[in-house]
């Protein structure tokens, strides 16, 4: 393209942005939040127990006690995780709180396999990029160093992360989240999951396997879970994984159900240390989660319900971002098959001014560099595009905008080129 041809669309796109701007927008695509029309799917669970508070299995759920949780609703997670009833437990409303209570544990005290607490040293995190903000968080918070590992459409970079762990028992931790994984949709293959598993690693190195999107599926079935704990058992690494998942976009975010799955020895260690904390958790939502969901099969009908209501709007996103920047070739973007996000990545040295551009338009998008360690992302490149909660109208005018945006920014570094 010629210069005068590229200033000449860079003209077209600034008419087009200050028509945005002009709009006085206010839209929002910041957060993956289910929207009002999905929440309303379980409604019905704010009536129940009602009267009917004591479990199948006997337990008065208003009274104190039970640390691992109602067994019918370990019965459906277990399943749900293909971790077992046994290997897995119910929790509180918040599966990223038990992430953090479990580095917390471990920097205070280790865990089962280790000769010295976490915090007695430094410890770094290997952290799959562009990844999940808030798991980030966690590990900045404690000091922990972060190591980028590029993720693949099939998972982690198993051969990056076996040169870095055979060298340096320093490495304690990984995140990943393992289905549609947030923000790129993608899910960890059988085989890499198995070479993760088998890998030479320090005894206390714990893989942290964030099942959350585990059963989000946009198609006619999501993925058959991995038996991962089965799998490390196998590699002979029992203690290697823990599982990490609950009912926030199934049932209601922040007032749903967190699951942990793990091998006894982790879960034995788990409880002890929780135990501290709390004497249990609320078994009264727990128990309204039971007779909701019922099975792990009426959590499958239950999200053919949510997909109904989402898979437009990612349908939607998608065509915009094709209609808009297919041509152009300047930007790429993940077709999730489940999950909450599309991953957008504009030109490199772009994501930054993109996002400031949207911003001014009324358009809020996820701050620059969110999806990776410190909030630094290496290429300036990442855009995490969260389309469940605004509506279809608005998700339409502001996903235009994005790519407005988006556009605008490549022109300028184009001819700055020139
Ligand atoms: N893990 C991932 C990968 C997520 O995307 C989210 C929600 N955005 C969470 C955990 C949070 O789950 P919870 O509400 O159970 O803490």
């Not at 001014?353 to 996820?366: E, F, Q, V, Y």
């Given at each position: 393209m010629?210069?005068e041809?590229l200033?000449t669309?860079?003209?077209?796109?600034q008419?087009?942005y200050?028509?945005?701007?002009?709009?006085g927008?206010?839209?929002?695509?910041?957060?993956?939040?289910?929207?009002?029309?999905q929440?309303?799917?379980?409604?019905?669970m704010?009536?129940?127990?009602?009267?009917?508070y004591i479990?199948?299995?006997?337990?008065?759920c208003?009274n104190?006690g039970g640390?691992t949780?109602?067994?019918e609703?370990?019965?459906i997670?277990?399943?749900?995780f293909a971790?077992?009833?046994e290997?897995?437990?119910a929790?509180?409303?918040?599966?990223?709180?038990?992430?953090?209570?479990?580095?917390v544990?471990?920097?205070?005290?280790g865990?089962?396999?280790?000769?010295k607490p976490?915090g007695?040293?430094?410890?770094k995190?290997l952290?799959p990029?562009?990844?999940?903000?808030?798991?980030?968080g966690?590990?900045?918070k404690?000091?922990?160093?972060?190591?980028?590992?590029a993720m693949?459409?099939n998972?982690?970079?198993v051969?990056?992360?076996?040169?870095?762990?055979?060298d340096?028992?320093?490495?304690k931790g990984?995140w990943?989240?393992?289905t549609?994984?947030n923000?790129?949709g993608y899910?960890v293959?059988?085989?890499?999951?198995r070479r993760?598993?088998?890998?030479d690693?320090?005894?206390?190195?714990?893989?942290?396997?964030?099942?959350?999107?585990?059963?989000?599926t946009?198609?006619d079935a999501?993925?058959?879970?991995?038996p991962i704990?089965?799998?490390?058992?196998?590699?002979?690494?029992?203690?290697r994984?823990?599982v990490?998942g609950?009912t926030?976009?199934?049932t209601?975010?922040g007032?749903g159900?967190?699951a942990l799955?793990s091998s006894q020895?982790?879960?034995?260690?788990f409880?002890r240390?929780?135990?501290?904390?709390?004497?249990g958790p609320d078994?009264i939502?727990?128990l309204?989660?039971v007779?909701?969901l019922r099975?792990a099969d009426?959590?499958?009908a239950?999200?053919?319900?949510?997909?109904?209501i989402?898979a437009?709007k990612f349908?939607?996103?998608?065509?915009i971002?094709?209609?808009r920047?297919g041509?152009?070739?300047?930007?790429?973007?993940t077709?999730p098959?489940?999950?909450?996000?599309?991953?957008?990545?504009v030109?490199d040295?772009t994501?930054a001014?993109?996002?400031?551009l949207?911003k001014?338009a009324?358009i809020?998008?996820?701050a620059?560099?969110s999806a990776?360690?410190?909030?630094?992302?290496?290429?300036?490149?990442?855009?995490?595009?969260?389309?469940?909660f605004?509506?279809?109208d608005?998700l339409?005018?502001?996903?235009?905008?994005v790519?407005?945006c988006?556009l605008?920014s490549?022109?300028e570094v184009?001819?700055?080129?020139?």
């Amino acid at each position: 393209m010629s210069v005068e041809e590229l200033r000449t669309i860079r003209t077209d796109l600034q008419k087009r942005y200050d028509a945005l701007c002009a709009a006085g927008l206010k839209l929002d695509l910041t957060r993956g939040k289910p929207g009002a029309d999905q929440l309303d799917l379980s409604a019905p669970m704010l009536s129940l127990p009602g009267d009917d508070y004591i479990s199948p299995s006997g337990t008065d759920c208003r009274n104190y006690g039970g640390v691992t949780g109602l067994p019918e609703l370990r019965a459906i997670f277990g399943e749900m995780f293909a971790t077992g009833a046994e290997r897995t437990i119910a929790l509180g409303n918040a599966s990223l709180q038990v992430m953090h209570d479990i580095i917390v544990f471990s920097l205070l005290h280790g865990n089962v396999d280790s000769e010295k607490p976490w915090g007695a040293q430094p410890i770094k995190f290997l952290c799959p990029v562009p990844g999940y903000d808030r798991h980030f968080g966690i590990t900045e918070k404690y000091g922990i160093e972060m190591i980028n590992i590029a993720m693949n459409p099939n998972g982690p970079d198993v051969d990056a992360c076996a040169q870095l762990l055979a060298d340096d028992p320093s490495i304690k931790g990984m995140w990943l989240v393992p289905t549609y994984s947030n923000p790129t949709g993608y899910t960890v293959t059988d085989d890499v999951a198995r070479r993760l598993l088998a890998l030479d690693a320090a005894a206390d190195f714990r893989v942290f396997w964030d099942n959350a999107y585990a059963v989000h599926t946009l198609v006619d079935a999501a993925p058959a879970p991995l038996p991962i704990l089965d799998m490390a058992e196998e590699a002979g690494h029992q203690n290697r994984v823990y599982v990490f998942g609950s009912t926030s976009k199934i049932t209601f975010a922040g007032a749903g159900v967190a699951a942990l799955a793990s091998s006894q020895a982790n879960l034995d260690w788990f409880t002890r240390n929780i135990s501290a904390a709390t004497i249990g958790p609320d078994k009264i939502n727990q128990l309204r989660h039971v007779q909701f969901l019922r099975d792990a099969d009426g959590v499958r009908a239950h999200m053919a319900r949510h997909r109904e209501i989402i898979a437009p709007k990612f349908q939607l996103v998608l065509d915009i971002l094709e209609d808009r920047m297919g041509d152009a070739k300047i930007a790429s973007w993940t077709s999730p098959e489940g999950g909450y996000f599309i991953s957008l990545d504009v030109v490199d040295g772009t994501a930054a001014r993109t996002i400031a551009l949207a911003k001014d338009a009324g358009i809020a998008l996820t701050a620059a560099g969110s999806a990776f360690p410190y909030k630094t992302d290496p290429h300036d490149r990442n855009i995490r595009i969260a389309p469940t909660f605004p509506t279809t109208d608005e998700l339409r005018t502001a996903m235009d905008g994005v790519a407005t945006c988006a556009l605008l920014s490549a022109t300028e570094v184009l001819l700055d080129a020139q």
